[in-house]
T-cell receptor, first 111, second 114 residues
Framework: GENVEQHPSTLSVQEGDSAVIKCTYSDSASNYFPWYKQELGKRPQLIIDIRSNVGEKKDQRIAVTLNKTAKHFSLHITETQPEDSAVYFCAASSNTGKLIFGQGTTLQVKP | SAVISQKPSRDICQRGTSLTIQCQVDSQVTMMFWYRQQPGQSLTLIATANQGSEATYESGFVIDKFPISRPNLTFSTLTVSNMSPEDSSIYLC???????????FGSGTQLSVL
């Protein structure tokens, strides 16, 4: 079955710097790759997603890139702010609709 | 996105008892899933709740332990049976709405088993 590896497990950056989180997946049939942000005590929230027919997608300060050949995708956050501090999860799915999640990255943005 | 109501939001239960968690969506959705999030961990898929038929369980999860119902397109329940402290987790209902694969989560049920 699908396996998703996420790195790093923790990431600390200074406010204003960029943050990058990387994920790899194992199932070549995977075609949908969302990213979720989970603040302490809250539900995961979808922040951006990308389909396999697209290489990059941006939404304001966040962007996701996908390399299908290498089976990896990344989340990029620019001009980080303290409110970006949270746990971020990548995920992958094929046409089954089931999402398999990475292990999560705890991002800390220091003021 | 759909509004997903999940209850109870939290509960403290005794070992050996069972708890049923309810998930109600304000619109018809194509797929409903149940996830578990153990303390400090990622989200693990328990099963896909199928409307009008038996749920499809992932490896490591069985119907006797986690019976699931989905009588219609807007409602599902997950029961955690014969609980032990290892079942202490957050249980999350999730649905895909009209935008195909986009998955949205309910607010979760924080379960503590003593």
């Amino acid at each position: 079955g699908e396996n998703v590896e996420q790195h790093p497990s923790t990431l600390s950056v200074q406010e204003g710097d960029s943050a990058v989180i990387k994920c790899t997946y194992s199932d070549s049939a995977s075609n949908y790759f969302p990213w979720y942000k989970q603040e302490l005590g809250k539900r995961p929230q979808l922040i951006i997603d990308i389909r396999s027919n697209v290489g990059e997608k941006k939404d304001q300060r966040i962007a996701v890139t996908l390399n299908k050949t290498a089976k990896h995708f990344s989340l990029h956050i620019t001009e980080t702010q303290p409110e970006d501090s949270a746990v971020y999860f990548c995920a992958a799915s094929s046409n089954t609709g089931k999402l398999i999640f990475g292990q999560g990255t705890t991002l800390q943005v220091k003021p | 996105s759909a509004v997903i109501s999940q209850k109870p939001s939290r509960d403290i239960c005794q070992r050996g008892t069972s708890l049923t968690i309810q998930c109600q969506v304000d619109s018809q959705v194509t797929m409903m899933f149940w996830y578990r999030q153990q303390p400090g961990q990622s989200l693990t898929l328990i099963a896909t709740a199928n409307q009008g038929s038996e749920a499809t369980y992932e490896s490591g999860f069985v119907i006797d332990k986690f019976p699931i119902s989905r009588p219609n397109l807007t409602f599902s329940t997950l029961t955690v049976s014969n609980m032990s402290p290892e079942d202490s987790s957050i249980y999350l209902c999730s649905v895909t709405g009209t935008e195909n694969e986009k998955l949205f989560f309910g607010s979760g049920t924080q379960l503590s088993v003593l």
